[in-house]
């Protein structure tokens, strides 16, 4: 299977913070692999921005250091390079003054596309929001991207809304998550409203309950004095868990265009129910073996944020009265993965006497680091000797469906171009961020009451035993992590 590339419409793209991690690491190789593929046209714009001080020259030294560094090393690879950088720019600016800002206006060419990708800190978005306005480049047809966190809270997230629609109307305004550029993830959407075998059964009726899942098996080193001020509930749950439990609970869009979608979106979130503290489990992960642990890393031995989080979630609607979703993450977990699994109701009668139970289909939908999808079924175990059930793995792997030469496209390479064509689908609107916070602020408020310490739980492991305990009383277990 062969994807068509389809070329985007020249534009100018501003990368402020354009020497930093994010930008090193994501943005700038998924530029240039936009580029090499050809989507990307050659008289495309690339304007880092920082409060460094450098020449272009410099720059795109540093641009070309990050894309050996952080793409695959193909025989094209050197001739390409050396063109794309021909496309980049650099010009410092401080958002905290006016320093730089009219040589950065200069730059901009008036007839093409033009977005701004603020690959800062959030405290900085207001301010840099008004120094484009100021200096006329927040035109009308002007887009500005921005990364989470998206506020600390409901109070901050409207407030952060408010900052930026001073300047930009909400149609500009590209709120990144990652997590919804990944193939996989769309491919939920197709998986469910394309085809006729799911949709039918993707209800209370057919489904027993959903498992979402995103471990790591790092932990938070280089994240120290942000993570403890935000922990997983703020960090992971609130946007990324969400966003997977919107696509895999929303109902169908009339037509699939960026309102419609996100409009069924807003609607599962505004039907969460509460969540009860008896239906959380946080963890903290301890010093293990050598291995320093959570309190070890950040310097506090009082540090009550968690690592570690799983929860029963609800919505209250028909399509999914009484089936359970159950959410975790956490970090320095057994092994890195993300993945949905949509656990079918066991048939209702067996009609094989003397043989195991028959259990339902698992749907798992992995997210990374093999990005595909399962369907485990049961058929008859075959050989001789009587008649015994198995599950057996209907598996489709992206790397092997797409050929051996294909390449997923890196999320964040979709979300900027998307960006470029000025689609918002994989974005989040305003109120869709205001919501989850609604939802999540009475949780954190709660624990924040009581002063509550996590349970410890081993690095290597699933998190802690109270996560167990999550399921075991609903009568149902956790998915393996990493199998």
């Known amino acids: 299977m062969v994807s068509r590339v389809i070329p985007v419409e020249p534009f100018d793209l501003v990368l402020f913070g354009a020497t930093g991690d994010l930008a090193r690491r994501k943005i700038l190789p998924g530029l240039f692999h936009r580029y090499e593929v050809g989507q990307v046209p050659e008289d495309a714009r690339i304007i ?18 990050a894309i050996e560094e952080f793409t695959p090393d193909t025989p094209s690879r050197v001739a390409v390079l050396d063109r794309f950088l021909g496309c980049l720019d650099y010009v410092s600016v401080d958002a905290m003054s006016d320093a730089g800002w009219a040589a950065l206006n200069d730059r901009l060419r008036p007839d093409v596309v033009r977005a701004f990708y603020l690959s800062v800190g959030p405290s900085l978005f207001a301010g840099i929001a008004g120094q484009l306005e100021k200096h006329g480049m927040a035109t009308p047809d002007a ?41 996989t993830v769309q491919n939920l959407m197709a998986l469910r409203f394309a085809n006729s075998l799911f949709e039918p059964l993707w209800n209370a009726t057919h489904i027993d309950h959903v498992q979402i899942t995103v471990a790591e098996s790092l932990g938070i080193e280089g994240r120290e004095a942000y993570y403890d001020h935000s922990g997983a509930m703020r960090d992971m749950v609130q ?21 419609a979608v996100r409009d069924e979106k807003v609607k599962v979130i505004e039907a969460l129910d509460p969540v009860a503290p008896t239906d959380i489990a946080r963890g903290q992960y301890r010093a293990d073996e050598g291995e320093d642990g959570y309190l070890d890393h950040v310097g506090d031995p009082q540090s009550r944020t968690e ?42 009668h067996t009609i094989f006497p003397n043989v195991e139970p ?18 485990r079924t049961t058929i008859k175990d075959p050989g001789p000797g009587g008649f015994r059930l198995a599950e057996v793995p209907l598996d489709m792997s992206f790397a092997e469906a797409l050929g051996a030469d294909s390449r997923p496209q890196d999320a964040y390479e979709r979300l900027v171009m998307d960006v470029i064509r000025g689609d918002q689908t994989l974005f989040m609107r305003g109120d869709e961020v205001e919501a989850a916070w609604a939802w999540a602020d009475p949780i954190i408020e709660g624990w924040e009451r009581t002063r509550d310490k996590p349970f410890p739980y081993d690095q290597g492991s699933s998190g802690p035993e109270e996560a167990l305990m999550l399921m075991h009383r609903d009568g149902r277990r956790w998915r393996q992590i990493g199998g």
């Open 48 to 65: 880092g921005s920082a409060r460094t001080d450098m020449s272009p020259d410099d720059f795109k030294a540093e641009v070309r250091a």
């Open 143 to 183: 887009r500005i991207v921005v990364e989470k966190p998206f506020g600390r809270n409901l109070e901050t997230a409207r407030d952060l809304n408010v900052s930026l629609r001073k300047f930009f109307q909400e149609h500009q305004i590209y709120r990144i998550d990652h997590y919804l550029g990944k193939e």
């Open 239 to 259: 946007n990324h868990l969400v966003q997977l439990l919107c696509l895999t609970a929303m109902e169908p869009p009339s037509k699939f265009t960026p309102n």
């Open 307 to 348: 690592s570690f989080i799983a929860m029963k979630v609800r919505i209250a609607n028909w399509r999914w009265a009484g089936v359970p979703f159950y959410l975790r993450t956490g970090k320095r977990l057994r092994a890195r993965v993300s993945e949905i699994m949509v656990q079918f109701r066991d048939p209702p």
């Open 358 to 375: 028959v259990h339902g289909n698992k749907l798992i939908i992995r997210l990374q680091p093999d990005e595909g999808i399962t369907l």
